[in-house]
């Protein structure tokens, strides 16, 4: 019996994992999963090169479920460990804990998605945080640097990390103010920039021959090529017909002319706004009804579209730059307002405190608002708005927050 409760967390987690793969290790396939399957230029090399060394060795794509399921459930349990050991949690607040964490990957555990394995290391990479903050020793410091790189190099998004590690590395100096974490604070920083910039640059070179004989199928769909596939919507939206003149370039006003038209009769611009979600809808229409005139354009002035866009989302958004602050407002007050409103008083309150007392606590409090609202921010500038992009801060700042409340009411009842 001790035995069992001693390890309750393994044998829940192995349970979980039982369940799931049980269930089904059939990989599911979304628009975005053809993309890691044929390596894509732009996206980063971990996931597509876990895919192809999976197939190469079992030949089937149930081999990467299975495998981003385990690591998931690894994550879970060094997460909870950690947390335990620094927290001192009980056995019912670390269930609670477990499975709440477990609550994404029910969804995305099958997924051929970066998501099942940006989970896992933001887990893993948290805990050795946590672990940096309260014993500076270069195992942890090593381990925290490989795991943002390695989340660096599975999604674009978490480029967020670099400001987020950046300040970290600052508060951990300051709490320490030795020469020697100075030095090895700034190794590992400029480690970090240094080898995740050579590795995209060496993983763009050995793709460029596969997307030279592919361009035609880039040029059609354009899709995941960068930010300004997303902006482009932001800049249309907010703009009106009268922003064409901008414009040099007669053939791209003629097809200004035709988009704003088209999109004017749908009402999917930011003065027909009528309330939550409105955007969302609006985005979808702004990108059908584009490409086709954009596609065509950039056949004839043999070019690509995400370069047509990149020109037009500048010009538009700096001619309505007020308009385009007010909007990225807009954009997260009509999804989840609530993830920027708490981190951004919790960073407040953290950083008086650390100014104040210099604990650890209030450095974590910081990283952690942090973490989330860089996260936030990436998404509403550069980004699609979708819950699934917020999983690898939000649930790991609600568990926080839960552990924080839990042990200040503890506090106050003894």
């Not at 192995?14 to 996206?43: F, Q």
């Not at 090399?45 to 081999?63: A, H």
């Not at 950039?298 to 909007?327: C, D, P, Q, V, W």
């Not at 999983?391 to 042990?407: S, V």
């Amino acid at each position: 019996m001790m035995v069992i409760k001693k390890n309750i967390l393994e044998i829940l987690v192995a349970v979980g994992i039982i369940i799931l793969l049980t269930y089904s290790s059939e990989p599911v396939m979304y628009n975005d999963s053809e993309r890691y399957l044929k390596a894509n230029i732009v996206d980063p090399p971990i996931y597509p090169t876990m895919i192809v060394i999976m197939k190469s060795i079992f030949g089937t794509l149930n081999s990467v479920i299975i495998l981003q399921t385990l690591l998931i459930g690894f994550s879970i349990i060094y997460f909870t460990r950690t947390i335990t050991k620094h927290f001192n949690l009980e056995i019912i607040i670390k269930t609670f804990v477990l499975l709440f964490l477990f609550l994404p990957i029910i969804k995305f555990y099958s997924s051929i998605l970066t998501e099942p394995l940006g989970y896992a290391f933001s887990l893993l990479f948290v805990s050795f945080v946590v672990k940096l903050l309260y014993n500076f020793n270069n195992e942890n410091i090593i381990w925290t640097s490989i795991l943002v790189l390695a989340l660096l190099l599975t999604r674009n998004q978490f480029i967020f990390l670099y400001p987020v590690v950046l300040l970290f590395y600052i508060g951990i100096f300051i709490l320490n103010k030795t020469k020697k974490s100075f030095i090895v604070l700034t190794a590992s920083f400029l480690s970090i920039v240094l080898i995740h910039n050579s590795l995209s640059f060496i993983n763009t070179y050995l793709k460029q021959d596969t997307f030279k004989s592919n361009t035609s199928t880039y040029v059609e769909r354009d899709h995941g090529l960068g930010p300004f596939y997303y902006t482009y919507s932001d800049a249309i939206y907010i703009s009106t017909i009268k922003d064409v003149e901008l414009f040099k370039n007669q053939e791209m006003k003629k097809m200004l002319i035709k988009i704003f038209k088209e999109v004017e009769k749908e009402k999917a611009l930011l003065k027909y706004y009528d309330g939550r979600g409105h955007y969302g809808l609006s985005l979808r229409k702004i990108n059908y009804l584009s490409h086709y005139h954009i596609n065509i354009l950039s056949r004839h002035e043999n070019t690509t579209m995400i370069s047509l866009k990149k020109e037009i989302s500048i010009k538009l958004i700096k001619a309505n730059f007020g308009k385009y602050i007010k909007h990225l407002f807009k954009k997260f007050y009509d999804s989840s307002w609530l993830f920027v409103f708490v981190p951004f008083f919790m960073l407040i309150s953290g950083t008086i405190s650390f100014f104040k007392l210099k604990s650890h606590i209030s450095l974590l409090v910081i990283f952690l608002s942090l973490f989330t609202l860089a996260n936030h921010s990436v998404i509403y500038l550069f980004g699609r708005v979708q819950p699934r992009y917020f999983i690898y801060t939000d649930f790991i700042l609600l568990i926080f927050i839960f552990i924080l409340f839990y042990g200040f009411l503890k506090k106050s009842k003894n």
